[in-house]
């Protein structure tokens, strides 16, 4: 038999569906993978064998009939809720917390007919560009570069664990998150596919909230194919979410293969600043190269607002985040720091204890810039900037089908790297922030290696509710059909 961890999803559907092999074969193939790579790696905090197992003999009973999902293994970013199966956002705060329900999109994988083979490694609660914030350890990710004698490279972040299980073939497809890059910097760090759908197309019910106007649940897989029938799966119109879009779901996976020819796709000029590096800009203008030669016409277009993406993010975020962690004070949720003194003694000593560095930061930087003396200054200007930056793109695809442009400005970095200074590692993002701020669907393709050998990626950014145009352009530039 085939090795059953290097399928793509689509493949594993086809498989499992014909009887070429069933739901144990290929869950016990992945959890012995797991066993084996995993300490190197760190990519899973929980691994759920056994409810995995018994979920997979379930599925082999049953018949795969209207499922997309069914008895395919996956991996759930930590920061979904799973019903019984801990779930820790990668924080102490939660190390204890075992939810009584499952989040929307996770059941929906459910319905599907999927199995969870356990939570992936993050940032804690989401926050970073590296996966290095974690409370259960850094993630490295597989990927050398020449010259690397040993694993040393971050897999990128906050979706780290997700991006670096897919490339450890640790998983068939994993869930990830995004609120202003953490699917697609980490897809374009360890060479994956990752979509960020359009705002309010996958519920955000069960999921720890980072910030919630931003917050994205989305699939990182192998191929592209396999990010249209994951995605497939997990949206849809959600009750239980207010800011869930009453759209239909569409047949995804049919829009990938279809021509491209004749769609105008954007390259904004504001993406090309000065200092970029030469192989990203190669890398880009090879993507772009690609989508003429068949047949889509390339369109010079201006994002006049991109430059202040990054500090406008980087206040909206925070922003949210300290009024969504307020929940974590030891009452009702996770850890208690008990030290006998007053109630807000406990809270103190909890939310101290409880939330690593640079969580802490983002409290402090989202109650600063909430503030009655400094809200009108910087939240109240940083929500304008935010209106200007969604124009922009509204205007932009007046005129334009698609947008093409880098992932990240860099390729992988060495674990250590730009950890001394938050700004450093904050500009990782400055590519994926304005698609996060305007609502739009983004996904990262891989698109080349860098000359040190890593994965590089770009990003397809389309019109609201347009991931069919994403997918299609994206399956152009992984060049597999
Ligand atoms: N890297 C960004 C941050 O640290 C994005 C994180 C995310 O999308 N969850 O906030």
Redesign the pocket.
């Known amino acids: 038999m085939t090795n059953l961890t290097t399928l793509t999803l689509t493949e594993a559907a086809a498989g499992i569906a014909t009887k070429k092999f069933s739901s144990v074969e290929i869950t016990q193939a992945h959890l012995d993978a797991i066993e084996q790579h995993n300490p190197a790696l760190n990519a899973y905090i929980t691994v759920a064998a056994e409810q995995a197992l018994s979920a997979a003999a379930e599925a082999d009973k049953t018949s795969s009939e209207g499922r997309l999902l069914h008895g395919l293994p996956l991996g759930i970013k930590d920061l979904f809720c799973t019903k019984d199966i801990r779930t820790t956002a990668a924080s102490k705060i939660l190390e204890n917390y075992v939810p009584q329900y499952e989040s929307t999109v996770t059941q929906n994988l459910l319905n599907h007919g999927a199995i969870f083979l356990g939570k992936l490694n993050l940032?804690e609660f989401?926050?970073?560009?590296a996966n290095i914030t974690s409370a259960y350890g850094v993630v490295k990710s597989p990927l050398k570069a020449t010259g690397d004698t040993e694993l040393c490279r971050v897999p990128g972040?906050?979706s780290g664990g997700s991006a670096a299980a897919l490339a450890a073939n640790l998983c068939l497809a994993a869930t990830g998150?995004?609120?202003?890059?953490?699917i697609r910097?980490p897809a374009a760090f360890c060479g994956i596919v990752g979509i960020k759908p359009t705002y309010g197309r996958c519920s955000r019910w069960g999921i720890v909230a980072?910030a919630s106007s931003l917050d994205q649940a989305g699939p990182m897989t192998k191929t592209v194919a396999d990010a249209a029938l994951m995605l497939e799966a997990m949206a849809g119109f959600d009750a239980k979410d207010s800011t869930s879009a009453r759209h239909a779901v569409p047949n995804f996976r049919a829009a990938v293969g279809q021509s491209v020819k004749g769609l105008k796709i954007g390259i904004p000029k504001e993406y090309r600043p000065d200092g970029l590096s030469p192989e990203i800009a190669a890398t880009w203008d090879k993507g772009i190269q690609q989508l003429k030669d068949a047949g889509a016409e390339i369109v010079n277009i201006s994002l006049p607002h991109t430059q202040y993406a990054l500090a406008c993010y980087y206040i909206i975020?925070p922003a949210e985040a300290s009024s969504n962690l307020a929940r974590y004070d030891g009452v009702r949720y996770g850890v208690r720091v008990d030290n006998g003194g007053t109630l807000d003694d406990m809270y103190c000593a909890t939310r101290a204890q409880g939330f690593g560095a640079e969580v802490q930061r983002r409290i402090l930087i989202g109650t600063y810039v909430l503030s009655a003396g400094y809200y009108d200054a910087y939240y109240l200007r940083a929500q304008k900037v935010r209106a200007l930056i969604a124009r922009d793109f509204a205007e932009a695809f007046q005129k334009v089908d698609a947008i093409l442009t880098p992932t990240a400005p860099s390729d992988a970095f060495k674990l250590g790297e730009k950890q001394d200074d938050p700004i450093t590692m904050?500009l990782?993002?400055v590519f994926t922030v304005p698609a996060?701020l305007a609502g739009v669907p983004a996904m990262s393709v891989p698109a080349g290696l860098s000359a040190q050998g890593l994965p590089l990626g770009l990003q397809v950014i389309g019109r609201m509710f347009d991931e069919e145009t994403v997918l299609k352009v994206g399956a152009v530039l992984e060049g597999k059909i």
């Open positions: 940032d989401a926050m970073g560009s972040g906050s998150t995004d609120t202003g890059g953490s910097q980072f975020a904050y990782n993002d996060s």
